[in-house]
Structures are given as structure tokens and as C-alpha cells.
């Protein structure tokens, strides 16, 4: 079946303009998890929903980054007033989370440059 | 919150030869340990994982151990392939479902 998506797969933004990142989960999948992972590194944490309900928002650098997943399938990762720190790739994934299924499936991510 | 420490950062085989990658973790709470394998501009793939009341679980030439004890858990790859080149990470996470910590990631190299 169809794996996790994300658009665009590359973004490259001037310092200051807003941004946002889109993921598509795999059908019928409960969860969905925002990831950061800056290059040479391994994937950090940014927020969690289960379905439309954001549980944990913890990882979330600033008050800048906003997510959304409004009818618990598709999310939506805002960045407003990009710096260059938020250079990094956006990992989504996604996991049925049901039936003792808790595989967490990850997107090709989406490759934002802060210019 | 919880801390995951991976050794070595690279490795470097002859094909046919073993690897062992090796994780710590520092909440004893974690039960959830998978394993990435990534490829320069590829996502996260999962390759094998491994729950808290079990010790050790086997795929064909990977498997991986959990000493729950000392909180460390390893990744074995057996008569390794240039195919098997990529960075590996690891992970845990403290509740089923939840979030996950990752290692810094081992760049693995399978020389021919």
C-alpha cells in the first residue's frame, strides 16, 4: 500500500517568510509524529496527535512552529518567521497504533533551506 | 527525559564480516527499542524491533539483544553485504505508541 507522504520535498525559504510542511500518513493510521533532523544527526521529536488531538507538543523549539491535523488525517507543520536554525529536514510518521501495532512509519521528509 | 547514547559513530566491515552497533538508554520506563536504517536522502526505514519482555528477537542475518538490566540493547548484522551500507539508528521510547528518542546514528560501511 501507499506509504507516508510529504510536499514539497524541498523548500528553501528567505529568512522571515512563512512556511508550510504537509504530511499524508498511511490510511487508517492513528497516530502521527513531527520529527526534525538537522544533517549529521538522528531525527528529534517536535509534536504528537492522536488523531486530531495534538497530545504532546513538547518538542517544539519555539512559538513559531505551529501543527495542525484538523479531521485526524493529513497535518500541516507551519513555521513562521524562518531563521536559519530551522534549516533542517521535517520527518513526519505515522503508526496504526492500534492492536498492539506501534511501528512508527516515517515519510521521506521535507528538506527546508533558510536563506 | 530520556537519553539514548550509540557507539561506535562509524564502522567500517569487510563484506561477509559482523556488525554490532550498541545503544544505551537512561529511563528505565523505556519498553520500546527499533532500529532505522537510512540512506543518504532516504527516509527512516524500520528494520527490526524489540519490546521490553523480550530478550533478543532474530530476521534472517539482523537480530537484536535487550539487557534491560544494564539498559543497553545492540543491533547484530551478520555476513554483511554492501547493501548493508547506510546509517543505522536506534531508539526508545517509554511508552508504546509514544514518542521516540534517537541515537546520533552509526554510519556503517561494508567494504567489497
Known amino acids: 500500500g501507499a506509504g507516508v507522504s510529504q510536499s514539497p520535498r524541498y523548500k528553501v525559504a528567505k529568512r522571515g517568510q512563512d512556511v508550510a510542511l504537509r504530511c499524508d500518513p498511511i490510511s487508517g493510521h492513528v497516530s502521527l509524529f513531527w520529527y526534525q533532523q538537522a544533517l549529521g544527526q538522528g531525527p528529534e521529536f517536535l509534536t504528537y496527535?492522536?488523531?486530531?488531538?495534538?497530545?504532546?507538543k513538547s518538542g517544539l523549539p519555539s512559538d513559531r512552529f505551529f501543527a495542525e491535523r484538523p479531521e485526524g488525517s493529513v497535518s500541516t507543520l507551519k513555521i513562521q518567521r524562518t531563521q536559519q536554525e530551522d534549516s533542517a529536514v521535517y520527518l513526519c510518521?505515522?503508526?496504526?497504533?492500534?492492536?498492539?501495532?506501534?511501528?512508527?512509519?516515517f515519510g521521506p521528509g521535507t528538506r527546508l533551506t533558510v536563506t | 527525559g530520556e537519553n539514548v547514547e550509540q557507539h561506535p559513530s562509524t564502522l567500517s566491515v569487510q563484506e561477509g564480516d559482523s556488525a554490532v552497533i550498541k545503544c544505551t538508554y537512561s529511563d528505565s520506563a523505556s519498553n520500546y527499542f527499533p532500529w532505522y536504517k537510512q540512506e543518504l536522502g532516504k527516509r527512516p526505514q524500520l528494520i527490526i524491533d524489540i519490546r521490553s519482555n523480550v530478550g533478543e528477537k532474530k530476521d534472517q542475518r539482523i537480530a537484536v539483544t535487550l539487557n534491560k538490566t544494564a539498559k543497553h540493547f545492540s543491533l547484530h548484522i551478520t555476513e554483511t553485504q554492501p547493501e548493508d551500507s547506510a546509517v543505522y539508528f536506534c531508539a526508545a521510547s517509554w511508552s508504546y505508541g509514544n514518542k521516540l528518542v534517537f541515537g546520533a546514528g552509526t554510519i556503517l560501511r561494508v567494504k567489497s
Open positions: 510518521a505515522s503508526s496504526r497504533n492500534q492492536g498492539g501495532l506501534y511501528e512508527q512509519y
Open positions: 496527535f492522536q488523531n486530531e488531538a495534538q497530545l504532546d
